[in-house]
T-cell receptor, first 116, second 114 residues
Framework: AQSVAQPEDQVNVAEGNPLTVKCTYSVSGNPYLFWYVQYPNRGLQFLLKYITGDNLVKGSYGFEAEFNKSQTSFHLKKPSALVSDSALYFC??????????????FGQGTTLQVKP | DAGVTQSPTHLIKTRGQQVTLRCSPKSGHDTVSWYQQALGQGPQFIFQYYEEEERQRGNFPDRFSGHQFPNYSSELNVNALLLGDSALYLC?????????????FGEGSRLTVL
Protein backbone atom coordinates (compact mmCIF):
# COMPACT_ATOMS: atom_id res chain seq x y z
CA ALA A 1 0.00 0.00 0.00
CA GLN A 2 1.09 3.53 -0.66
CA SER A 3 2.15 5.56 2.37
CA VAL A 4 4.13 8.58 3.48
CA ALA A 5 5.81 9.03 6.83
CA GLN A 6 6.95 12.28 8.36
CA PRO A 7 8.63 11.09 11.54
CA GLU A 8 8.81 14.48 13.26
CA ASP A 9 5.68 16.28 14.43
CA GLN A 10 7.71 19.45 14.94
CA VAL A 11 11.12 20.76 13.92
CA ASN A 12 12.65 23.71 15.72
CA VAL A 13 15.51 25.71 14.20
CA ALA A 14 17.11 29.08 14.79
CA GLU A 15 16.87 31.72 12.10
CA GLY A 16 19.85 31.56 9.77
CA ASN A 17 20.55 27.90 10.48
CA PRO A 18 19.95 25.12 7.94
CA LEU A 19 16.74 23.15 8.23
CA THR A 20 15.69 19.64 7.27
CA VAL A 21 12.18 18.19 7.31
CA LYS A 22 12.18 14.44 6.84
CA CYS A 23 9.94 12.32 4.62
CA THR A 24 9.98 8.64 3.67
CA TYR A 25 7.57 6.94 1.32
CA SER A 26 6.33 3.57 0.16
CA VAL A 27 4.88 2.89 -3.29
CA SER A 28 4.88 -0.13 -5.56
CA GLY A 29 5.86 1.72 -8.72
CA ASN A 30 7.91 4.79 -9.51
CA PRO A 31 7.28 7.58 -7.02
CA TYR A 32 6.22 11.09 -7.90
CA LEU A 33 7.03 13.19 -4.84
CA PHE A 34 5.86 16.59 -3.68
CA TRP A 35 6.25 19.06 -0.85
CA TYR A 36 3.51 21.48 0.12
CA VAL A 37 3.34 24.19 2.79
CA GLN A 38 0.24 25.24 4.71
CA TYR A 39 -0.14 28.44 6.70
CA PRO A 40 -2.83 28.66 9.42
CA ASN A 41 -6.38 28.43 8.05
CA ARG A 42 -5.10 28.41 4.47
CA GLY A 43 -4.90 25.91 1.63
CA LEU A 44 -1.81 24.08 0.45
CA GLN A 45 0.93 25.86 -1.49
CA PHE A 46 3.14 23.82 -3.80
CA LEU A 47 6.88 24.04 -3.04
CA LEU A 48 8.61 21.48 -5.25
CA LYS A 49 8.35 18.10 -6.95
CA TYR A 50 10.38 15.14 -8.09
CA ILE A 51 9.09 13.38 -11.18
CA THR A 52 12.24 12.15 -12.89
CA GLY A 53 15.81 13.24 -13.56
CA ASP A 54 18.19 14.96 -11.17
CA ASN A 55 17.81 13.70 -7.62
CA LEU A 56 18.26 17.21 -6.19
CA VAL A 57 15.31 19.42 -6.97
CA LYS A 58 14.97 23.10 -6.25
CA GLY A 59 11.72 24.85 -5.51
CA SER A 60 10.10 28.00 -4.27
CA TYR A 61 11.46 30.28 -1.52
CA GLY A 62 14.93 28.70 -1.53
CA PHE A 63 13.75 25.21 -0.60
CA GLU A 64 15.25 22.09 -2.11
CA ALA A 65 14.80 18.35 -1.66
CA GLU A 66 16.84 15.29 -2.41
CA PHE A 67 15.31 12.11 -3.77
CA ASN A 68 17.03 9.00 -2.43
CA LYS A 69 15.65 5.86 -4.02
CA SER A 70 17.61 3.38 -1.92
CA GLN A 71 16.41 4.98 1.32
CA THR A 72 12.97 5.81 -0.11
CA SER A 73 13.36 9.32 1.24
CA PHE A 74 12.62 12.83 0.01
CA HIS A 75 13.82 15.23 2.70
CA LEU A 76 13.10 18.95 2.43
CA LYS A 77 16.01 21.28 3.07
CA LYS A 78 16.90 24.95 3.17
CA PRO A 79 20.40 26.34 3.79
CA SER A 80 19.28 29.30 5.90
CA ALA A 81 15.91 29.37 7.67
CA LEU A 82 13.74 32.45 7.97
CA VAL A 83 11.15 33.19 10.66
CA SER A 84 8.61 33.46 7.84
CA ASP A 85 9.27 29.80 6.97
CA SER A 86 7.37 28.80 10.12
CA ALA A 87 4.41 26.77 8.91
CA LEU A 88 3.05 23.23 8.46
CA TYR A 89 4.81 21.17 5.82
CA PHE A 90 3.38 18.15 4.02
CA CYS A 91 5.15 15.54 1.97
CA UNK A 92 3.03 13.71 -0.61
CA UNK A 93 3.51 10.85 -3.07
CA UNK A 94 1.75 9.59 -6.14
CA UNK A 95 2.34 6.04 -7.35
CA UNK A 96 3.47 6.30 -10.96
CA UNK A 97 2.37 2.78 -11.80
CA UNK A 98 -1.20 3.07 -10.65
CA UNK A 99 -2.53 5.59 -13.14
CA UNK A 100 -4.24 7.36 -10.28
CA UNK A 101 -3.18 10.86 -11.22
CA UNK A 102 -5.61 12.53 -8.88
CA UNK A 103 -4.68 10.68 -5.75
CA UNK A 104 -1.89 12.13 -3.68
CA UNK A 105 -1.04 10.34 -0.44
CA PHE A 106 -0.04 12.86 2.22
CA GLY A 107 2.00 12.50 5.36
CA GLN A 108 0.69 13.72 8.70
CA GLY A 109 2.62 16.97 8.42
CA THR A 110 5.56 18.53 10.24
CA THR A 111 5.32 21.88 11.99
CA LEU A 112 8.42 23.97 11.37
CA GLN A 113 9.16 26.59 14.02
CA VAL A 114 11.93 29.07 13.20
CA LYS A 115 12.97 31.22 16.15
CA PRO A 116 14.68 34.60 15.81
CA ASP B 1 -4.65 34.49 -13.50
CA ALA B 2 -7.16 33.28 -10.95
CA GLY B 3 -6.16 30.25 -8.96
CA VAL B 4 -8.49 27.64 -7.54
CA THR B 5 -11.45 29.28 -5.84
CA GLN B 6 -13.76 27.63 -3.33
CA SER B 7 -17.01 28.64 -1.65
CA PRO B 8 -18.17 29.03 0.99
CA THR B 9 -15.09 29.57 3.14
CA HIS B 10 -16.82 28.61 6.37
CA LEU B 11 -20.11 26.97 7.20
CA ILE B 12 -21.85 25.37 10.14
CA LYS B 13 -24.35 22.53 9.84
CA THR B 14 -26.10 20.17 12.21
CA ARG B 15 -26.03 16.39 12.18
CA GLY B 16 -28.19 14.84 9.50
CA GLN B 17 -28.16 17.88 7.24
CA GLN B 18 -26.73 18.05 3.74
CA VAL B 19 -24.03 20.37 2.42
CA THR B 20 -22.78 21.45 -0.99
CA LEU B 21 -19.32 22.89 -1.53
CA ARG B 22 -18.22 24.53 -4.75
CA CYS B 23 -14.95 24.84 -6.62
CA SER B 24 -13.69 26.62 -9.72
CA PRO B 25 -10.41 25.25 -11.06
CA LYS B 26 -7.38 27.25 -12.07
CA SER B 27 -7.65 28.70 -15.56
CA GLY B 28 -6.67 26.12 -18.16
CA HIS B 29 -7.23 23.15 -15.85
CA ASP B 30 -9.89 20.56 -16.62
CA THR B 31 -9.46 18.03 -13.80
CA VAL B 32 -10.66 18.53 -10.24
CA SER B 33 -9.97 16.52 -7.11
CA TRP B 34 -11.42 16.87 -3.61
CA TYR B 35 -9.63 16.23 -0.34
CA GLN B 36 -10.73 16.15 3.30
CA GLN B 37 -8.34 17.47 5.92
CA ALA B 38 -9.36 16.72 9.49
CA LEU B 39 -7.80 18.78 12.27
CA GLY B 40 -4.17 17.82 12.79
CA GLN B 41 -4.14 15.43 9.84
CA GLY B 42 -2.88 15.39 6.30
CA PRO B 43 -5.39 15.74 3.46
CA GLN B 44 -7.16 12.56 2.34
CA PHE B 45 -8.30 11.96 -1.23
CA ILE B 46 -12.07 11.83 -1.73
CA PHE B 47 -12.46 11.67 -5.52
CA GLN B 48 -11.38 13.08 -8.87
CA TYR B 49 -13.55 14.42 -11.70
CA TYR B 50 -12.70 14.70 -15.37
CA GLU B 51 -15.01 15.19 -18.34
CA GLU B 52 -17.93 15.42 -15.92
CA GLU B 53 -17.34 11.89 -14.62
CA GLU B 54 -15.92 10.53 -11.39
CA ARG B 55 -12.62 8.93 -12.40
CA GLN B 56 -11.13 7.81 -9.11
CA ARG B 57 -12.47 7.51 -5.60
CA GLY B 58 -10.85 7.23 -2.21
CA ASN B 59 -12.12 5.37 0.82
CA PHE B 60 -15.18 7.52 1.53
CA PRO B 61 -18.80 6.38 1.89
CA ASP B 62 -21.50 7.01 -0.68
CA ARG B 63 -22.74 9.94 1.42
CA PHE B 64 -19.96 11.83 -0.37
CA SER B 65 -20.84 12.59 -3.96
CA GLY B 66 -19.79 15.10 -6.54
CA HIS B 67 -20.41 16.65 -9.85
CA GLN B 68 -18.43 18.41 -12.53
CA PHE B 69 -19.97 20.91 -14.89
CA PRO B 70 -19.12 21.63 -18.56
CA ASN B 71 -17.08 24.68 -17.49
CA TYR B 72 -14.93 22.30 -15.35
CA SER B 73 -16.19 23.66 -12.03
CA SER B 74 -17.18 21.09 -9.45
CA GLU B 75 -19.37 20.48 -6.44
CA LEU B 76 -18.91 18.22 -3.45
CA ASN B 77 -22.08 17.05 -1.72
CA VAL B 78 -22.21 15.38 1.66
CA ASN B 79 -25.50 13.90 2.89
CA ALA B 80 -26.56 12.86 6.38
CA LEU B 81 -23.76 14.80 8.03
CA LEU B 82 -21.94 13.28 10.97
CA LEU B 83 -19.87 15.02 13.61
CA GLY B 84 -16.82 13.33 12.09
CA ASP B 85 -17.39 15.14 8.80
CA SER B 86 -16.13 18.35 10.42
CA ALA B 87 -13.00 19.22 8.45
CA LEU B 88 -11.36 21.50 5.92
CA TYR B 89 -12.42 20.45 2.43
CA LEU B 90 -9.85 21.22 -0.21
CA CYS B 91 -10.38 21.36 -3.92
CA UNK B 92 -7.41 20.84 -6.23
CA UNK B 93 -7.08 21.19 -9.98
CA UNK B 94 -4.58 19.96 -12.53
CA UNK B 95 -3.81 20.43 -16.21
CA UNK B 96 -5.33 17.14 -17.26
CA UNK B 97 -6.28 13.73 -15.96
CA UNK B 98 -2.98 12.40 -17.38
CA UNK B 99 -0.78 15.07 -15.76
CA UNK B 100 1.48 13.56 -13.10
CA UNK B 101 2.79 16.83 -11.72
CA UNK B 102 1.58 19.06 -8.96
CA UNK B 103 -1.98 19.81 -7.97
CA UNK B 104 -3.04 23.38 -7.28
CA PHE B 105 -5.16 23.76 -4.16
CA GLY B 106 -7.79 26.26 -3.16
CA GLU B 107 -8.04 27.88 0.27
CA GLY B 108 -10.61 25.34 1.38
CA SER B 109 -14.09 25.28 2.88
CA ARG B 110 -14.16 24.72 6.62
CA LEU B 111 -17.19 22.67 7.62
CA THR B 112 -18.27 22.42 11.24
CA VAL B 113 -20.96 19.86 12.10
CA LEU B 114 -22.73 20.38 15.44
Amino acid sequence: AQSVAQPEDQVNVAEGNPLTVKCTYSVSGNPYLFWYVQYPNRGLQFLLKYITGDNLVKGSYGFEAEFNKSQTSFHLKKPSALVSDSALYFCAVRDGSSGNTGKLIFGQGTTLQVKP
Amino acid sequence: DAGVTQSPTHLIKTRGQQVTLRCSPKSGHDTVSWYQQALGQGPQFIFQYYEEEERQRGNFPDRFSGHQFPNYSSELNVNALLLGDSALYLCASSLSVLYVGELFFGEGSRLTVL
